[in-house]
Nanobody, 122 residues
Framework: QVQLVESGGGLVPAGGSLRLSCTASGRTSRSYVMGWFRQAPGKEREFVATISWSGGSTLNAGSVKGRFTISRDNAKNMVYLQMNSLKPEDTAVYYC???????????????WGQGTQVTVSS
């Protein structure tokens, strides 16, 4: 079992920045792929970014490319999402996820955090 806890969400004006963190605990010795997803009110959960175990491979959704950066520190069991040039349409609950497949599909991830709210004001 892996437990994930997100932090760092909040209210930020358009054009601002936030850094989300995800702390992993439990069976973190496995080589998990980590991902960030988000869900806005009335919408389905959508892929944001994913990173391989080594951190050598990353993939971003087109809507956040050039603005968001995913990274990880395996020694600290941490995953981060640096979000710059935020837009009102980035408003959502952001979820951290762990899985064994390098994938943009939510179904490929086995463990999920409780989410952290990000609100971008216009």
């Amino acid at each position: 079992q892996v437990q994930l806890v997100e932090s760092g969400g909040g209210l930020v004006p358009a054009g601002g920045s936030l850094r989300l963190s995800c702390t992993a605990s439990g069976r973190t010795s496995r080589s998990y792929v980590m991902g960030w997803f988000r869900q806005a009110p009335g919408k389905e959960r959508e892929f944001v970014a994913t990173i391989s175990w080594s951190g050598g491979s990353t993939l971003n959704a087109g809507s956040v490319k050039g603005r968001f950066t995913i990274s990880r520190d395996n020694a600290k069991n941490m995953v981060y999402l640096q979000m710059n040039s935020l837009k009102p349409e980035d408003t959502a609950v952001y979820y951290c996820a762990a899985g064994t497949s390098y994938s943009i599909l939510a179904a490929s991830y086995d463990y999920w955090g409780q989410g952290t709210q990000v609100t971008v004001s216009s």
